[in-house]
Structure formats: C-alpha cells, structure tokens
T-cell receptor
Framework: AQSVTQPDIHITVSEGASLELRCNYSYGATPYLFWYVQSPGQGLQLLLK??????LVQGIKGFEAEFKRSQSSFNLRKPSVHWSDAAEYFC????????????FGAGTILRVKS | NAGVTQTPKFQVLKTGQSMTLQCAQDMNHEYMSWYRQDPGMGLRLIHYSVGAGITDQGEVPNGYNVSRSTTEDFPLRLLSAAPSQTSVYFCASSLGRSQDGYTFGSGTRLTVV
C-alpha cells in the first residue's frame, strides 16, 4: 500500500529565506506525486504535481519540487519565502494501480517570521 | 465556474443526531471523494465514487454513508453522530485519471457534542 511521510510537523523560516519541506513515500512502482497547500480555514490548493518526465517540476507561487526515485522523496522548495506562504503543506501520492485514490501525508505547518 | 461547493461550512450536532453534508461540483468530474482532516493525521479517505451509481469505501468508512445519483452531487450522511466524528470534512473531485490531482471544496467543520 502507498504511504507518505512528512517528517516535519512544524517549520519556521524567516521571510526571504529559502525553504525545503520534506516528503518521503512508500510505493513500489512509479508514483504520481502532489503537493497541496492549505491556508487557514480554506480547502486544499494544488501547488504542483509529478507523474512522468522531468524530475524537477515547477508549480504555482514560485514553488518547485524534485522527484528522486533513489531516495523515494519529493521535496518541496522555494528560494525566498514570503509571509503569505505561511500555511499547511500536504504531500500526496497516487498510482494508476490504485485508481484515483490519493494518500496524504500528515502535513507540515509553515510559519514565517518577519 | 464554482468548482466544488460544500455546505454547510459549520455544523454542531448532538450525539445521535443524523445529518447530510452536501457536495456539488460543476466541472463534469467523474471521480469524487470525501476526506476527513484531523490534527496530525492528514486527510483520511472516507468514501469515494468513480461515477454516478458507483461508490466504494475508503480508509475510515464506519458511521458514514454515501450515494451518487448524479455526476454533480456526492452527499455524505452521518447516520448517528458521535464525538469521534468531530472533524473537518473535505469533498474533492477529479477528471478521473490518477495523475490529474484533485479540486477540493472549502470544507465543513463539524462538531459533535
């Protein structure tokens, strides 16, 4: 079965600093990988996704993520964080063999200090 | 284009009461699903549907029922509410391919007292 681990429950970074949120998945074949962002009181918004091709994918709001098969990771990065990036971030994994079902990680709460 | 619409946004129930959480999408998405979100546990799949008339259980289906009579609507019914069902509920939809990702509603915050 698929599983997703986000090792960091909370991360605090200074505004303007770089950011990396970690995501590790467990799945044997080629997964489909997603990052979602959830602002307080809101639903989840898709930031970016990977399902084939270039392992470095660009998303909205200046985010990018790199798929590393050897490490079973899909870490989210941003070179310079803005205060508006404070939110909760979820990594999710899917696979064709599991139909449309996505398995989500527990989330990482990002705090941005000025 | 409204996307995925969930109602109500907030609800307080007494233990043992029943209610229906509504979810509607206007994107002609085949796949719809219900998740619950609890602190530190991410989102857990309750039920899902791959098309009108077809539903299946997810990871945590107990205490919940669903039906899918139309492509647009996917209501979630709580049969006899329990405090353990206090949570935030999200409805999501997608075109139907694994790599599409989901469009989420804004959620329903349910408290059972």
């Amino acid at each position: 079965a698929q599983s997703v681990t986000q090792p960091d429950i909370h991360i605090t970074v200074s505004e303007g600093a770089s950011l990396e949120l970690r995501c590790n998945y467990s799945y044997g074949a080629t997964p489909y990988l997603f990052w979602y962002v959830q602002s307080p009181g809101q639903g989840l918004q898709l930031l970016l996704k990977y399902f084939s091709g270039d392992t470095l994918v660009q998303g909205i709001k200046g985010f990018e993520a790199e798929f590393k098969r050897s490490q079973s990771s899909f870490n989210l990065r941003k070179p310079s964080v803005h205060w508006s990036d404070a939110a909760e971030y979820f990594c999710a994994v899917g696979a064709m063999e599991y139909g449309n079902k996505l398995v989500f990680g527990a989330g990482t709460i990002l705090r941005v200090k000025s | 284009n409204a996307g995925v619409t969930q109602t109500p946004k907030f609800q307080v129930l007494k233990t043992g009461q029943s209610m229906t959480l509504q979810c509607a999408q206007d994107m002609n998405h085949e796949y719809m699903s219900w998740y619950r979100q609890d602190p530190g546990m991410g989102l857990r799949l309750i039920h899902y549907s791959v098309g009108a008339g077809i539903t299946d259980q997810g990871e945590v289906p107990n205490g919940y029922n669903v039906s899918r009579s139309t492509t647009e609507d996917f209501p979630l019914r709580l049969l006899s509410a329990a405090p353990s069902q206090t949570s935030v509920y999200f409805c999501a939809s997608s075109l139907g391919r694994s790599q599409d990702g989901y469009t989420f509603g804004s959620g329903t915050r349910l408290t059972v007292v």
